[in-house]
């Protein structure tokens, strides 16, 4: 069974640019996850989307950070503009159903500069 | 709010010897526990986790955990670590409440393996 795929592994942007980060989940998972871990802390909860509907956005800063999984299945992560502190690696995970176990793709790591 | 604490940031181990990883949690009802690994540029592996029943779990790559409700705690174990077991371990709890699921994440034991 394929796993959490994301895409791109690693991306390089300026400060105030824009950039998309992509999440596949595992096939059939209807809950997604996307996460922020900065160096030397544990992952942070962004967005839980259950389907196509968001369920939790509390912690997603939304004057810069946008997602969407408009058929349900992949998702994208968007920022714009990026700040200096966003650097950080963006993991995304599912899970078959709401409160089991999530799964976690390996991350797209983010520099700031 | 939910929180979980790994007092160790770093731990130095001989290899063959055992291990112990601390976790402790704050949570307002029974929570759901996981341990996760996470090696270099790597993303994270579940290791196990406790839902309910028996407090004692088995895992993956020979390791266990215990949940002890009288001290909010979920300590990682394993008898005898190798060379391999060198990574990153984080400990968290779930769900977050409010209807939401996202699990809340301690800041990592950082597990160093001496040979």
């Known amino acids: 069974e394929a796993g959490v795929a994301q895409s791109p592994r690693y991306k390089i942007i300026e400060k105030r640019q824009s950039v998309a980060f992509w999440c596949n989940p595992i096939?059939?998972?209807?809950?997604l996850y996307w996460y922020q871990q900065i160096l030397g802390q544990g992952p942070k909860l962004l967005i839980q989307f259950q389907n196509n509907g968001v369920v939790d956005d509390s912690q997603l800063p939304k004057d810069r950070f946008s997602a969407e999984r408009l058929k349900g299945v992949d998702s994208t992560l968007k920022i714009q503009p990026a700040k200096l502190e966003d650097s950080a690696v963006y993991l995304c995970a599912s899970s078959l159903w709401r409160a089991e176990t999530q799964y976690f793709g390996p991350g797209t790591r983010l520099l700031v500069l | 709010a939910q929180s979980v604490t790994q007092p160790d940031i770093h731990i130095t181990v001989s290899e063959g010897a055992s291990l112990e990883l601390r976790c402790n949690y704050s949570y307002g009802a029974t929570p759901y526990l996981f341990w996760y690994v996470q090696s270099p540029g790597q993303g994270l592996q579940l290791l196990l986790k406790?839902?309910?029943?028996?407090?004692l779990v088995q895992g993956i790559k020979g390791f266990e955990a215990e949940f002890k409700r009288s001290q909010s705690s979920f300590n990682l174990r394993k008898p005898s670590v190798h060379w391999s077991d060198a990574a990153e371990y984080f400990c968290a709890v779930g769900p977050s409440g409010g209807g939401a699921d996202g699990l809340t994440f301690g800041k990592g034991t950082h597990l160093i393996i001496q040979p």
């Open positions: 406790y839902f309910s029943g028996d407090t």
């Open positions: 096939s059939g998972h209807a809950t």
